[in-house]
T-cell receptor, first 114, second 109 residues
Framework: TAGITQAPTSQILAAGRSMTLRCTQDMRHNAMYWYRQDLGLGLRLIHYSNTAGSTGKGEVPDGYSVSRANTDDFPLTLASAVPSQTSVYFC?????????????FGEGSRLTVL | GQNIDQPTEMTATEGAIVQINCTYQTSGFNGLFWYQQHAGEAPTFLSYNVLDGLEEKGRFSSFLSRSKGYSYLLLKELQMKDSASYLCAVMDSNYQLIWGAGTKLIIKP
């Protein structure tokens, strides 16, 4: 079972360019999430989706957008990248109907904005 | 504001026992999670506590005291492969996870 697949695993991007990080899950989980992880900080939620067709803003949504056209896919788009968006990005999913449901994470996408 | 505190780094010896503490202040409480994250890899689920007390799972145990806003992760019979970061996260009243910065555990032979 693949679980959650993210692409690309690593990318260097010029400031001002746009970029879409892809995330696909095969577990039929309702809820999906995008986090960024920076050294010395906890995981910070960017956007989330509790079900297909619905999205919400997390703690640090500015500069990012998401869509949830179907259950499996949850892409994250940076419309005009800035150096402060250099980070490791993790996509995750959970069975939102279960209280205490664990998160399943993708392997991460390391993004460097120059 | 909401806050999760855990030590930045700890060192322990192979075969020993180590306790990683986590204190939290959040808007409501709907459970506390521990995740393990090896360097360069994704976090993986270790445990979930929603009621006070100790949950044991093999070499790992997790304890919760809601009145004290406190949890710990206890690792026994440490192995070199336990070298990793351990992340504490609390689910608040809105069912959003608030994450600590993680504790890097270094295991020495």
């Amino acid at each position: 079972t693949a679980g959650i697949t993210q692409a690309p695993t690593s990318q260097i991007l010029a400031a001002g360019r746009s970029m879409t990080l892809r995330c696909t899950q095969d577990m039929r989980h309702n809820a999906m999430y995008w986090y960024r992880q920076d050294l010395g900080l906890g995981l910070r939620l960017i956007h989330y989706s509790n079900t297909a067709g619905s999205t919400g803003k997390g703690e640090v949504p500015d500069g990012y957008s998401v869509s949830r056209a179907n259950t499996d896919d949850f892409p994250l788009t940076l419309a005009s990248a800035v150096p402060s968006q250099t980070s490791v990005y993790f996509c995750a999913s959970s069975d939102a109907g279960t209280a205490g449901g664990e998160l399943f994470f993708g392997e991460g996408s390391r993004l460097t904005v120059l | 504001g909401q806050n999760i505190d855990q030590p930045t780094e700890m060192t322990a010896t192979e075969g020993a026992i180590v306790q990683i503490n986590c204190t939290y202040q959040t808007s409501g409480f709907n459970g506390l999670f521990w995740y393990q994250q090896h360097a360069g890899e994704a976090p993986t689920f270790l445990s979930y506590n929603v009621l006070d007390g100790l949950e044991e799972k093999g070499r790992f145990s997790s304890f919760l005291s809601r009145s004290k806003g406190y949890s710990y992760l206890l690792l026994k019979e440490l192995q070199m492969k336990d070298s990793a970061s351990y992340l504490c996260a609390v689910m608040d009243s809105n069912y959003q996870l608030i994450w600590g910065a993680g504790t890097k555990l270094i295991i020495k032979p």
